[in-house]
Structure formats: structure tokens, C-alpha cells
């Protein structure tokens, strides 16, 4: 019954996944290929079918704030790459310069995280807190020395991270075409995002058995205190 139940809830978590997966991949992806590819073979320019693209996350990004009342740090990052090219496309009519502007907020992000490790609290702790709306109970718990250390890891891996992407992304657009360089632009943060959260959470995990495992220790390291009636 307990592996009914386990496999039941198992299937509810992945098709709750995939639906969150949905709008990304409509959205973020496939509408953005989808607009350029047909703008293009309309005829239109690069600059145009680029600026035009990013009409399909910018929607995203709004039904996203429409649902949830707010605008979290992703969309927020989208909304200013969006407009990043639109001005910067407008202004140079450079496709090259458009597809770069994915690079400026990712490079901003890379440099935010490192520049909060000079604070106590890095940017991942920050938004830990953040997606769990301030939760005290979880405070408290991040606040341990080994987890707080852990926190300063992953903010450093993430900061270096997203810097390389930064630069490999404006390696690409230097050295392909504009539609191959906007296929990598909607799917290597993605990639480069799964992976960084899947290696974060197990990284944490063993943290957090580790810390549990050595708190434990001390605790059944204890002999037995002795029998009230055996003490003299």
C-alpha cells in the first residue's frame, strides 16, 4: 500500500513538473524559434524577426506576474534582456548586438552573486528565503555554520557559472549564424539553470546529512546512565 501510495504521489510531482515545464517551453522556446523562423521567411530582416521574438516570453513573463501577483528574479532578468534588445536593435540595427543582450543580464546575475559574497547573506541564501516567503522555521536552519557555508558555495559556483555562459553565448553569436546563435540563446540557460539546481540540491542534501549525521554522534556516544537503584 505504502509503494501504491509513493508511486501515486511520485506520478502527481512529475505531472506537476511537466506542467510548470509547459509554459517555458511554449513561451520561452518554441514561440520565440517560431516567430523568427516565420518572420524570416516572410522576408523580414533579422533585426526585425529578433526584436519580434521576444514578444512570445515578454507574454510569459505577464501571465506569469498576472498569476502570482508578483515578478520574480527570472522575470525579471527576461523583461530587461527583452528590452535590452529591442533598444539596442532599434538603435544599431545589429542582429548580433540583439542576441548579446541575453548575455547582459546573465553576466549581471554572475557578477550580483559574487558581489553578495562580500556580504553575509549571499544571493542564493536571499532567494532561498525568498521562494519559501520569509519562513523563519527556514531561517533558523540556514543560519547553521555548516549550511551557511554551503550557501557561500553554491552562490560562488552559481556567480562563475553564469559568467562562462555569459561568454560562451557571445562566443556563439560571434561565430554562427543568427537563427543557430537564437536556438542556443533559449536553450542553453535552461540546460545551464537544470543543471545548476539538481547539482545545488545535491550538494545541500549531503551538507545536511552530513551536519545531521555528526550532530547525532555525540548523542548515541553516550553510555546509558545507570539504574536509579544501582547508584550508591
Do not use: C
Request: aromatic share 6%.
Amino acid at each position: 500500500m505504502a509503494t501504491t501510495d509513493m508511486q501515486v504521489q511520485g506520478s502527481g510531482f512529475d505531472r506537476s513538473r511537466l506542467r510548470a515545464l509547459v509554459p517555458v517551453a511554449v513561451f520561452d522556446i518554441a514561440g520565440p524559434l517560431a516567430v523568427y523562423w516565420l518572420l524570416r521567411a516572410a522576408g523580414a530582416a533579422e533585426v526585425t524577426a529578433l526584436i519580434v521574438s521576444g514578444i512570445p516570453p515578454a507574454l510569459g513573463v505577464a501571465m506569469g506576474i498576472i498569476r502570482h501577483r508578483r515578478i520574480d528574479a527570472i522575470g525579471s532578468l527576461v523583461l530587461f534582456g527583452i528590452v535590452a534588445g529591442t533598444v539596442v536593435g532599434l538603435a544599431t540595427h545589429s542582429a548580433r548586438l540583439v542576441l548579446m543582450e541575453g548575455s547582459i543580464p546573465t553576466a549581471a546575475f554572475g557578477l550580483a552573486s559574487l558581489g553578495s559574497l562580500l556580504t553575509t547573506r549571499p544571493l542564493l541564501y536571499r532567494i532561498a528565503l525568498q521562494t519559501r516567503g520569509g519562513d523563519r522555521g527556514l531561517e533558523a536552519r540556514l543560519s547553521q555554520p555548516a549550511l551557511a557555508h554551503a550557501f557561500r558555495i553554491v552562490t560562488l559556483v552559481w556567480g562563475v557559472t553564469f559568467l562562462a555562459e555569459a561568454a560562451t553565448r557571445i562566443v556563439i553569436v560571434e561565430t554562427t549564424s543568427a537563427g543557430n546563435a537564437l536556438l542556443v540563446a533559449k536553450v542553453m540557460p535552461y540546460i545551464v539553470l537544470g543543471a545548476l539546481i539538481r547539482w545545488m540540491m545535491w550538494y545541500l542534501r549531503g551538507v545536511r546529512n552530513h551536519a545531521e549525521q555528526r550532530a547525532a554522534v555525540p548523542q548515541a556516544a553516550r553510555p546509558d546512565p545507570a539504574p536509579v537503584g544501582a547508584q550508591r
